[in-house]
């Protein structure tokens, strides 16, 4: 697949099929990815938390707060993104600047994973809803957590849907 194959096939999905397992060198190839992402001063602020088994059951049931993400528990891996410190260069560049590069960093990332996640067939989907406390104990993590990613192969019965985005003109603006 080509990136723009990638793109267009990528999708949140939200109905695994939960009797297939994630092969340990699919789930290797997308941290590889993972771990090429680029990130401010190349400090890569983030880890990356893989669960399965009795972990990822228990990260999902932290997903599903208030009736959210019940698909999550169908999901046979997730892979939890928290904060780690900024390198020092990063760390003065983000003051001085007053830009938030950790949260562009953990972005970019996890658009990596999700791209390579594709690429093997695999569905994922984004999750910002969680209990961040409840995710940080199941991990054994100090920092805050900032996105969990669900992983696995979608359902048979959940097909490619259509991508409803802005149009190019409304999003793109050129100037000379």
Same mark, same amino acid.
């Given at each position: 697949?080509?990136?723009?194959?990638?793109?267009?096939? @990528?999708?949140?999905? +939200?109905?695994?099929?939960?009797s297939?397992?994630v092969e340990a060198? =699919?789930?290797?190839?997308?941290?590889?990815?993972?771990?090429l992402a680029? *990130? %401010?001063c190349?400090?890569?602020?983030y +880890?990356?938390t893989?669960?399965?088994?009795?972990s990822?059951?228990?990260?999902? =049931?932290?997903?599903?707060?208030?009736?959210m993400?019940?698909f999550?528990?169908?999901?046979?891996?997730?892979?939890?993104? *928290?904060?780690?410190?900024?390198? =020092?260069?990063?760390?003065?560049? *983000?003051?001085?600047?007053?830009?938030?590069?950790?949260s562009?960093d953990?972005g970019?990332?996890?658009?990596?994973?999700?791209?390579?996640a594709? %690429?093997?067939g #695999?569905?994922?989907?984004?999750?910002?809803?969680?209990?961040?406390?409840?995710? +940080? !104990?199941?991990?054994?993590?100090? %920092?805050?957590?900032?996105?969990?990613?669900t #992983?696995g192969?979608? %359902?048979?019965d959940?097909p490619l849907?259509? !991508? !409803?985005? !802005? @149009? #190019?003109?409304?999003?793109?603006?050129? @100037?000379?």
């Open positions: 697949m080509n990136f723009t194959e990638i793109a267009t096939n @990528r999708q949140s999905c +939200r109905k695994y099929d939960a297939k397992v060198e =699919k789930v290797q190839a997308i941290l590889q990815a993972a771990r680029p *990130s %401010a190349n400090g890569q602020p +880890r990356l893989v669960c399965t088994g009795e990822a059951k228990a990260v999902a =049931k932290a997903t599903m707060g208030m009736g993400n019940r999550a528990k169908d999901a046979p891996v997730l892979i939890v993104l *928290s904060e780690e410190p900024y390198v =020092k260069t990063a760390a003065a560049g *983000s003051k001085l600047k007053k830009n938030d590069y950790r562009m953990i970019i990332v996890a658009a990596y994973l999700t791209a390579e594709t %690429a093997q #695999l569905g994922t989907c984004i999750l910002g809803w969680f209990d961040d406390a409840a995710v +940080r !104990k199941i991990c054994d993590l100090d %920092a805050p957590v900032r996105l969990v990613i #992983l192969y979608a %359902a048979a959940d849907r259509e !991508k !409803k985005r !802005k @149009r #190019l003109e409304d999003l793109v603006q050129y @100037r000379e």
